[in-house]
């Protein structure tokens, strides 16, 4: 008889799920970590930063959040290590007030986060500063989740906010307010190529006490985002359950082909060398006061490394003519 395994899990998403961080949902909702006899529960937090701090504090045993807090904190000497990747960027557009026609108005513009270092300020620095736009230009404001800046969006208390692909179409399909999409996916893709994303940590202790169950974790991980990849049903099925953002049919679809095709979910748990140098590099070029940080400090491999032997690895993905999704290669 197989040993089921439990893990404890904080989810730096809080309560909801966005196409995003989907895979999470599906591990649970599609039955694939029940599957690899691995029971995890869910304790919701504001972001990656409270998430790894909810795993440092012994409140749960690993955490999904954005890699940006991880790295940050195994600079600043915690010992804590990716076991997996969850997507490989973020599906989410650009949402402003209708008065901001062009990027050259962001200038001065309030912009709201999740918090100060969560996954949203991440992608926000990086947006801001492949426009060629100043940080201190921008009035930043840690407002909370996704429903938190969406409700000061729409009494227009905020001028811009990134937001998850199905709430920015909602919100943009509504006669009824004054918001739109100055940066949809594809504008940010091209934006920022190398774009942040969730992963699934932990700490070292708990890395050499429960090696069984994080193979189990990162395995399952590896078969949701591979069924939410091949298949529109699995994905349609999971979104139905955990989405409670309401899209016509068709945009939904379109969701799940904007993410199929451009690698977005991470089909072999994405901790490949060349990923992580592209992730790392951009991570210390917006962090320069933070010491350089060695991929084999803060990626424990040998999870993925394991469950790929055992479920084999899947072809790449093309976007635009150009590999993006590489089978995972771990080795120096």
């Given amino acids: 008889m197989t040993t089921r395994h439990s893990i404890r899990l904080a989810a730096g998403s809080g309560p909801t799920f ?33 998430a790894m701090k909810a795993v440092l504090d012994g409140k749960v045993d690993a955490s999904y959040g954005g890699l940006g807090p991880v790295l940050k904190f195994r600079c600043e000497g915690q ?65 909370g989740p996704p429903p938190e800046r969406i409700a000061r969006l729409l009494e227009d208390s905020i001028d811009v906010s990134l937001i998850r692909v199905e ?16 940066l949809g996916f594809s504008d940010l893709k091209k934006l ?32 949701a985002s591979r069924a939410l990849h091949e298949d529109y049903d699995a994905f349609r099925k999971t979104y139905d359950h955990h989405v409670t953002v309401k899209v016509p049919d068709e945009h939904i679809k379109t969701i799940w082909q904007q993410e199929r095709d451009s690698g977005g979910f991470a089909i072999n ?5 060349s990923h ?3 992730e790392m590099a951009s991570f210390a070029d917006l ?5 350089t940080l060695a991929r084999d400090e803060v990626i424990a491999g040998q999870f993925v490394q394991a469950a790929l032997k055992r479920l084999g690895t899947v072809p790449g993905v093309r976007y635009a003519g150009i590999l993006v999704c590489l089978p995972n290669r771990l080795a120096a």
């Fill in 18 to 50: 966005g196409v995003d961080d989907l895979a999470c949902a599906a591990a649970t909702h599609l039955g694939f970590w029940a599957d690899e006899g691995l029971d995890v529960s869910w304790t919701p937090v504001h972001g990656g930063v409270a």
């Fill in 79 to 143: 010992p804590v290590r990716i076991v997996v990747s969850m997507a490989r960027g973020l599906a989410q557009n650009l949402v402003v007030q209708e008065r901001f026609a062009s990027t050259d108005q962001l200038r001065g513009a309030s912009w709201a986060l999740d918090g100060f270092g969560a996954l949203s300020h991440h992608m926000a620095r990086l947006v801001v500063k492949a426009l060629g736009i100043a940080e201190d230009e921008i009035r930043w404001e840690a407002v």
């Fill in 167 to 182: 709430e920015a179409m909602a919100l943009t399909l509504d006669p009824s307010n004054s918001l739109t999409t100055l």
């Fill in 192 to 223: 920022v190529p190398v774009q942040p994303h969730g992963v699934l940590a932990t700490t070292e202790a708990y890395e050499a006490s429960n090696p069984e169950g994080l193979e189990k974790l990162a395995a399952g991980m590896i078969r």
């Fill in 269 to 273: 748990g994405e901790l490949s060398q």
């Fill in 276 to 278: 992580w140098r592209d």
């Fill in 287 to 291: 962090n320069p006061e933070l010491r």
